[in-house]
């Protein structure tokens, strides 16, 4: 499969008034794969989508697929699929009347709309659904319609906006591995919205990182999450061990000194930076090159792993460790170490 | 104590309970009883009393009779083509009331909703002044051409009537479709449309079969309108068209045959009972839809220019049909015209007061006849007692179904409060006279026969505006008043009655505009000595003469002011989005 077909998204601008909702969005979601468009709520993810599946127009930039411009292509003739945050069914048709809607548009006969209704529900796990009421459908089940719903006409992209955003913990977790499997078993170029950075690692090829209507980082998952490129995304992903400190050449080395220590910094630009300690890369006891002491102040157990409060020289930081290690009782003295090419990351500070 | 005592003591304040509790219907119930029941009952009497042959005989009488089945046909099909074409004229107005968001949005709608209130009277007056014979059009084209005759008949067409119901009633579809639309899910079309479906069968597929419930109740509501129309088929329609409400005043008051007259009655409410069982139920399933989204996920500015130019025709259109009739009516009273001297084909106009000032004067010095001053001063009279006998009745009423909305009482009562609202003007005023003309209530003289029929009318709008309110004094605020050291008439003062305060002005302000423009019944129960401002119109606008229409337009402008001024109090009084209607 050529890499370079699929869509293409150069320098897409909208703005709302005064408002900016997104500035200079680029980047491609090749064929057969899928893209986590990643952000907290109201970065534009969700105006990005619109504009994609031709219900919005940019005010500036390009949507394309495969090198062919769609800008005043309707919507209806991009042969886009698009799943609504809460499913948007249409609550005067039946399941079958919902899930054929796009074949009827699209002017299939009844036989291969019935084959093809058939053959999605299927997909999704809900064969003999076809005449139930979308009123009286669980939430899990709306989200499986709704799917089935936008793969049925065979969109040659489908975006999901928050699908699981609206369901209870446990029948996300489940569901998130039901849509991977769905969407890899038919090879669908996909777009997957979401807030939930645990999501997106689950079930994206690639991640697309977007803050207050920018694209701050992209990459594959594991990408991310071992290099964020700035503290924004390291905060965004739940590392919170961000302290001050400066960077300067010691001869031949360079390092980072901060509150609780100086620590080597190999490629980091000397002046003013902040310094992150990554909380899943330190470990108890004294084994590598950099070690830190302090008091515990909290633990909370999360089932695999523990989560540890040490306040070292007046800072509080926050640590993973496996839940089988064993942990002084809070207030004792705990001792850990590190590998600085592994946990410290420098981030320049910019002026 | 011994325990009778003991057992009778704890039934005392049951039995005090239900006297308690009933109390507050009696006067409202015993006025429906006395003044709505029993002429209805009449009605069917008199009815009845002249079938010799058995209880069919008088409705077999009216369908054989061609002249009657004519009146049948053209009452529903006026009635079903006004409504399509309300619909057709105010779908777009609501798609774009509900899905955009642009300047003048409020003042459109109060627009429109002033010309849904206004006294038919003064429709059909605002019409003449535009498009009627001495109207501005035909004033500008015989003026432009020299002509001798004006060149548009439009006063006693069918277009006329039909024109006047769709300025009557697009509200309503503005309104009530344009708020469940705005409420509407825009993500159903955008999902429709990201599966293929263009604009026209996103609406036909989706947006439409959304919309069922809000558009068929709103067609409802205008087909009873429609179909209940008196004052604007007499005016505007002429002696050629009657529906069935036309047909029994001229029944009455033309040939005074009162046992026809009440069959045609008795038609006529069967149709209305089951067509306002049939809004209320529809109107009952808006209030509960599935797919509803506050308003602010769904409007949207008009971007391009399409939009923008299409949005601009269209609201030029719907402002040309209200504004313009009674910007002609208004000006048109003001105006003096004298048609050409020979051999000018020039009109000379200009401005002058004295319609106006002709409203006091007794021209013909008759001693029988009455200056249209003193339908001002009795239509004021008449409203101010319709005001203080609603307020009278619907107090007490309002008062009991907000204490207990859930009483078998309350269930029962309340959708007989409403019965009036569901009975024809005209039928209500036949009620009147074929009942209240004998012993032991034998009130043809009386002058309180016009404020007894108008507070029927209005009756059930005092109560839906003060239940709400009432309601919304929970029992807590004047526990908490207490509690902070209020006197319980300090409570009153300071947590009730600004509570229903608001509420109160507003039911007033219904009950006297609803009296000052009424005009079904009133054209029965008038005496002719006492007539109110809509009468006054009414008998200006068939006589001929210059002076006579502009007295007409200058009654109508006076009218059509005092019910602007009183709608836009109850706007501005009405605690935001209260109201049952």
């Known amino acids: ?351 | 104590m011994d325990r009778g005592r003991v057992a009778l003591s704890r039934q005392a304040p049951y039995i005090g309970n239900v006297v308690r509790r009933s109390s507050p219907w009696l006067a409202p119930l015993g006025f429906l009883a006395l003044f709505y029941f029993y002429p209805l009952a009449s009605i069917l009497q008199t009815s009845f009393a002249r079938g010799e042959a058995g209880l069919v005989a008088p409705f077999i009488d009216v369908i054989s009779s061609a002249s009657m089945r004519g009146v049948l046909w053209f009452t529903l099909w006026q009635a079903a083509l006004s409504t399509l074409l309300t619909m057709l004229f105010g779908l777009p107005g609501a798609f774009l009331l509900a899905r955009y968001e642009f300047r003048g949005k409020s003042v459109i709608l109060a627009l429109t909703g002033i010309s849904f209130v206004l006294p038919t009277l003064v429709v059909a007056a605002a019409f003449n002044a535009i498009l009627g014979p001495r109207g501005w059009a035909n004033l500008a084209l015989m003026d432009l051409f020299g002509l001798i005759q004006p060149p548009i008949h439009f006063v006693n067409t069918f277009l006329a009537i039909l024109t006047a119901h769709v300025f009557y009633n697009t509200t309503i579809v503005l309104r009530i479709v344009g708020d469940y639309w705005s409420h509407l899910d825009p993500r159903m079309g955008q999902a429709a449309q990201t599966l293929g479906a263009d604009r026209w069968r996103t609406l036909v597929h989706v947006t439409l079969p959304l919309l069922m419930p809000a558009v068929t109740t709103a067609a409802l509501l205008i087909f009873i309108f429609n179909f209940t129309s008196f004052g604007v088929i007499l005016v505007l329609g002429g002696p050629r068209f009657a529906t069935l409400e036309v047909e029994i005043y001229n029944q009455t008051i033309g040939l005074f045959n009162l046992p026809l007259a009440a069959t045609l009655a008795m038609i006529q409410l069967v149709f209305t009972l089951c067509l306002t069982i049939a809004y209320t139920r529809f109107s009952a399933r808006l209030s509960s839809p599935n797919t509803l989204r506050p308003r602010r996920f769904s409007q949207r500015c008009l971007t391009n220019w399409r939009s923008r130019l299409l949005a601009s025709l269209y609201l030029t259109a719907l402002l040309a049909l209200l504004v313009l009739p009674l910007a002609a009516l208004v000006t048109r009273s003001f105006l003096r015209v004298e048609p050409p001297r020979s051999g000018s084909t020039n009109w000379e106009a200009d401005f002058t007061l004295d319609y106006y000032r002709e409203l006091s004067v007794n021209r013909k010095e008759s001693l029988f006849y009455t200056p249209p001053t003193t339908a001002i001063g009795v239509s004021l009279g008449y409203a101010l007692a319709t005001t203080c006998l609603a307020l009278a009745l619907g107090l007490p009423a309002a008062w009991a179904l907000a204490r207990d909305a859930r009483s078998p009482a309350s269930r029962i009562f309340d959708p007989m409060l409403m019965l009036p609202l569901g009975t024809s003007a005209v039928t209500l005023g036949l009620g009147f006279i074929v009942a209240l003309d004998q012993p032991p209530l034998d009130l043809r003289a009386s002058i309180l026969l016009v404020p007894l029929a108008h507070t029927l009318v209005a009756f059930p709008f005092v109560v839906r505006s003060l239940t709400p309110s009432l309601r919304s004094i929970r029992p807590r605020l004047r526990q908490a008043a207490e509690v902070m050291g209020a006197t319980p008439l300090q409570a009153f003062r300071h947590i009730d009655l600004p509570i229903i305060g608001r509420a109160l002005l507003v039911a007033a302000t219904f009950a006297f505009a609803i009296s000052f423009g009424e005009f079904g019944a009133t054209a029965l129960v008038a005496r002719p000595e006492y007539p109110t401002i809509p009468v006054m119109i009414y008998r200006y606008l068939s006589q001929p003469g210059a002076l006579n229409y502009g007295q007409a337009l200058a009654l109508s402008t006076l009218l059509a002011v005092i019910t602007a001024l009183s709608m836009l109090a109850i706007e501005r009084f009405r605690v935001a989005d209260v109201g049952e209607f």
Not at chain 1, 142 to 161: F, G, H, K, T, Y
Not at chain 1, 210 to 234: C, K, T, W
């Open chain 1, 1 to 351: 499969m050529d890499e370079s077909e699929g869509l293409t998204l150069r320098g897409i601008e909208k703005s709302f008034g005064a408002k900016k909702a997104l500035s200079g969005v680029s980047f491609d979601v090749h064929r057969g794969e899928t893209v986590a468009l990643l952000g907290p709520s109201g970065c534009g993810k969700s105006t990005l989508l619109g504009i994609i599946a031709g219900l919005d127009r940019p005010d500036q930039g390009e949507v394309s697929w495969n090198h062919v411009p769609l800008t005043g292509i309707p919507s209806h003739q991009r042969n886009f699929g698009l799943m609504f945050q809460d499913f948007a069914l249409f609550p005067h048709r039946d399941v079958f009347g919902n899930v054929a809607f796009g074949l009827q548009m699209a002017k299939w006969n009844a036989e291969s709309i019935e084959a093809r209704v058939e053959e999605v529900l299927e997909l999704v796990g809900l064969s003999g659904f076809a005449g139930r009421d979308v009123n009286t459908l669980s939430g899990g089940e709306a989200q499986r319609v709704a799917l089935a719903r936008s793969l049925a006409p065979n969109p040659r992209l489908i975006m999901l906006d928050e699908p699981l955003g609206s369901l209870d913990r446990t029948l996300r977790e489940r569901l998130v591995f039901d849509l991977r499997q769905i969407l890899q078993h038919s090879h669908q170029t996909a777009i997957y919205v979401t807030h939930d950075q645990e999501e997106a690692f689950i079930l994206a090829d690639r991640v697309v990182l977007m803050n207050a209507g920018r694209v701050i980082q992209i990459g594959l998952p594991e990408g991310i999450y071992r290099h964020p490129d700035s503290v924004f995304v390291a905060r965004f992903l739940g590392m919170n061990n961000l302290l001050p400190g400066l960077v300067e050449s010691k001869g031949d080395v360079k390092v980072v000194s901060t509150e609780i220590g100086v620590f080597p910094a190999t490629d980091a630009i000397p002046g003013p930076a902040t310094v992150l300690l990554r909380p899943d890369d330190v470990q108890p006891g004294m084994e590598l090159a950099c070690s830190l002491s302090g008091v515990l102040a909290e633990t909370s157990f999360r089932g695999g792993m523990v989560r540890a409060k040490l306040v070292v020289n007046k800072v509080a930081l926050d640590f993973d460790f496996p839940s089988y290690i064993p942990l002084p009782p809070v207030g004792g003295m705990l001792t850990v170490s590190f590998d600085p090419a592994q946990a410290v990351q420098v981030f320049p500070v910019q002026n």
